[in-house]
């Protein structure tokens, strides 16, 4: 059975940094198009950040330079390392596996099996 069990985020201040974490259970994860997507109250979840074959990533603008997507095969575990965060990051974050490989501007209804969330709060 396919699992994404998620961990980290809380509230931060501006600039400061956190780390998510999403463990797999029931796939292997560097075999699929992993991503981190987020959503923010009366608005459309929107993509964040992709990685397949555990090396192509891609990031939305607005995060990079800033976000690092990861992942870690011997634990199965994707990672999202996020810097110097602003207070327009703050979201409910999920991550989520897809196809075989990741192609650009992709949208929530191209991953099948998501986490349940967590939530980043970021502070002025």
């Known amino acids: 059975q396919l699992k994404l069990m998620q961990s980290g985020g809380g509230s931060v201040q501006a600039g400061g940094s956190l780390r998510l974490s999403c463990v797999a259970s029931?796939?292997?994860?560097?075999?699929?198009?992993m991503a981190w997507f987020r959503q923010s109250p009366g608005k459309d979840r929107e993509e964040v950040a992709t990685?397949?074959?555990?090396?192509?990533?891609r990031y939305a603008n607005s995060v990079k330079g800033r976000f690092t997507i990861s992942l870690d095969s011997d634990k199965n575990t994707l990672f999202l390392q996020m810097n110097v965060l602003k207070p327009e990051d703050t979201a409910m974050y999920f991550c989520?596996?897809?196809?075989?490989?990741?192609?650009?501007?992709?949208?929530?209804?191209?991953?099948?099996?998501w986490g349940r969330g967590t939530q980043v709060t970021v502070s002025s």
């Open positions: 990685i397949d074959g555990a090396i192509t990533t």
């Open positions: 989520a596996t897809g196809p075989g490989y990741c192609w650009d501007h992709m949208v929530s209804s191209n991953f099948g099996s």
């Open positions: 029931g796939l292997t994860i560097s075999r699929y198009c």
